[in-house]
């Protein structure tokens, strides 16, 4: 079984400074990959960044960066330079590769609020 | 647009009714999954297609609900007498296996939002 836990269900960020988002994750598979999702109040999905779990480096892509500790079982989503249109929901997910599975478990979200 | 596209965006419907969804994946990718997303939580994930085959579900798919995907292209969920608790998101997405088997990117569409009165 896999289980995601996003411990933070609100964050406030002044514009233009740096956010962590905490994401821990349980499971027993050996090759799992990470991910973050966007959800904006407009309800669509939109993929952030990917962690593999084998990968040796932390994932980053453009203001986004994944924070993986392995050991620790924590995947945190830092957003450099928040700006006023980051302001929405963010989830952490994962899946697992054992036997084929393709369910992807998400946490519960943490609602980010950017302030100008 | 090639994004993953959903329709209806928003069904209202009475108690019993039967209602259908339809997703249209991005063109080259042949995994498909359905997803329910209530009030304050994240996805739950429903089913899942390689192709037209369905080769997973969740024990949250009830008798009720069916889902499709007859050419292996486009899939629709159909929700059979509705019940107030189905009212929810409903999400699709889609992905392309990547070659030695890793963890391949789901690509989410705008969903359908579902309201059973």
């Known amino acids: 079984a896999q289980k995601i836990t996003q411990t933070q269900p609100g964050m406030f960020v002044q514009e233009k400074e740096a956010v962590t988002l905490d994401c821990t994750y349980d499971t027993s598979d050996q090759s799992y990959g990470l991910f973050w999702y966007k959800q904006p109040s407009s309800g669509e999905m939109i993929f952030l960044i990917y962690?593999?779990?084998?990968?040796?480096q932390n994932a980053t892509e453009g203001r986004y960066s994944l924070n993986f500790q392995k050991a620790r079982k924590s995947a945190n989503l830092v957003i450099s330079a928040s700006q006023l249109w980051d302001s929405a929901m963010y989830f952490c997910a994962m899946r697992g590769n054992s036997g084929g599975y393709q369910k992807v478990t998400f946490g519960t979200g943490t609602k980010l609020q950017v302030i100008p | 647009d090639t994004g993953v596209s959903q329709n209806p965006r928003h069904k209202i419907t009475k108690r019993g009714q039967n209602v259908t969804f339809r997703c249209d994946p991005i063109s080259e990718h042949n995994r498909l999954y359905w997803y329910r997303q209530t009030l304050g939580q994240g996805p739950e994930f429903l089913t899942y297609?390689?192709?037209?085959?369905?080769?997973?579900k969740s024990r949250l798919l009830s008798d009720r609900f069916s889902a499709e995907r007859p050419k292996g292209s486009f899939s629709t969920l159909e929700i059979q007498r509705t019940e107030q608790g189905d009212s929810a998101m409903y999400l699709c997405?889609?992905?392309?296996?990547?070659?030695?088997?890793?963890?391949?990117?789901?690509?989410f569409g705008p969903g359908t939002r579902l309201t059973v009165l």
């Open positions: 997405a889609s992905s392309f296996p990547l070659a030695g088997g890793g963890t391949d990117t789901q690509y």
């Open positions: 297609f390689q192709n037209e085959a369905q080769l997973e």
């Open positions: 962690q593999g779990s084998y990968d040796e």
